[in-house]
């Protein structure tokens, strides 16, 4: 059974199988050159070509344009398209015109009236943004703020791993969670024991494995 999961920054096809077997609903890939996790989307395709079809594939953006995010969902066979930047409406709504899921994320603010500006059918991941790079760069935060969201499903990132998610799920009322520095060994590569942990945090969370429809 899938566990309301997305483990994010995948740099090999070896730890993307892994992640996909020991059941996280959601994989992604980093399109965002100053990440240490980047890939290209040719490289994004042969880490994600033994990925089950019922797994999403999700790249990840800031403030790119539509075609380039469209060129890199057809070579890698993105389903999702995650928004890390500033990215405006009007691109969320060219991308689901397109037939690409679209989760933008949010940072601090009014976070109700700021995902209503957004097109019907994005999803939304909370976070708290801090660090040089955008992410949740490992910090914890209060995670209970993301609960002005609800009760609009959304996913959460920032600080979590697999000994504090029950904690953060609980504050937050995520549905949905997102890991990537919490279970590595060194940037973009997987730690499986922290996967299979986190995993299992995820699935005693509760949540919505099917996140992304």
Not at 81 to 90: I, N, R, S, T, V
Request: glycine share 12%.
């Amino acid at each position: 059974m899938k566990s309301p999961l997305k483990i994010c920054g995948l740099t090999t096809p070896e730890d993307a199988r892994f992640c996909a077997e020991a059941g996280a609903a959601a994989l992604g890939a980093v399109f965002y050159p100053p990440s240490p996790r980047n890939v290209s989307p040719e490289r994004a395709a042969e880490v994600f070509a033994d990925v089950p079809p019922d797994v999403a594939r999700v790249g990840v953006f800031v403030d790119a344009t539509a075609a380039d995010i469209l060129r890199a969902a057809r070579i890698a066979g993105l389903g999702v398209a995650q928004l890390h930047g500033a990215e405006p409406p009007a691109l969320a709504a060219e991308l689901l015109a397109a037939g690409l899921r679209v989760l933008k994320v949010l940072r601090g603010g009014d976070l109700a009236a700021e995902a209503a500006r957004y097109p019907a059918g994005t999803r939304f991941l909370v976070e708290c943004g801090r660090g040089a790079l955008p992410g949740g760069n490992g910090a914890a935060w209060d995670w209970g703020a993301a609960r002005a969201l609800a009760p609009r499903p959304f996913a959460l990132a920032g600080g979590l791993s697999p000994g504090n998610l029950a904690v953060a799920a609980s504050a937050s009322g995520a549905v949905f969670f997102d890991l990537s520095s919490a279970v590595e060994s060194s940037p973009g590569r997987k730690d499986r024991d922290k996967v299979l942990a986190a995993v299992a945090a995820a699935h005693a969370a509760g949540g919505i494995p099917g996140f992304f429809g």
